[in-house]
């Protein structure tokens, strides 16, 4: 199973930035792409970004504008740059990679803490 490492969240007051980091090792080979996720406390998990191994993405209504995915496939990692944020972006934040011949099976991160204050 491939280990995903996510980094970078935090506690900012609202209005605020932060990025977040996952590196993927093998994500240089990989054809399918990433996603982000978020699990607010008592929520289900919740798809936030894509990016495809080409560079295409795509973002959930209530990010979009404010939250860009990035990847620096020579270092295997992708970014999740949060903008203006909100007290309704805490969350647990997880990466997603996807594989296999149909990029169907999934390797997640472990999380990393966004908290956003009023």
């Known amino acids: 199973q491939v280990l995903l490492v996510e980094s970078g969240g935090g506690s900012v007051q609202a209005g605020g930035s932060l990025r977040l980091s996952c590196t993927a090792p093998?994500?240089?080979?990989?054809?399918?792409?990433m996603d982000w996720y978020r699990q607010a406390a008592g929520n289900q998990r919740k798809w936030v970004a894509t990016?495809?191994?080409?560079?295409?993405?795509n973002y959930a209504d209530d990010v979009k504008g404010r939250f860009t995915i990035s990847q620096d496939r020579g270092r295997d990692t992708v970014y999740l740059q949060m903008t203006s944020l909100k007290p309704e972006d805490t969350a647990i934040y997880f990466c997603?990679?996807?594989?296999?011949?149909?990029?169907?099976?999934?390797?997640w991160g472990q999380g990393t803490q966004v908290t956003v204050s009023s």
């Open positions: 997603r990679k996807k594989d296999g011949r149909w990029c169907d099976n999934y390797d």
């Open positions: 093998g994500y240089r080979s990989n054809n399918c792409g």
């Open positions: 990016i495809a191994t080409e560079g295409r993405t």
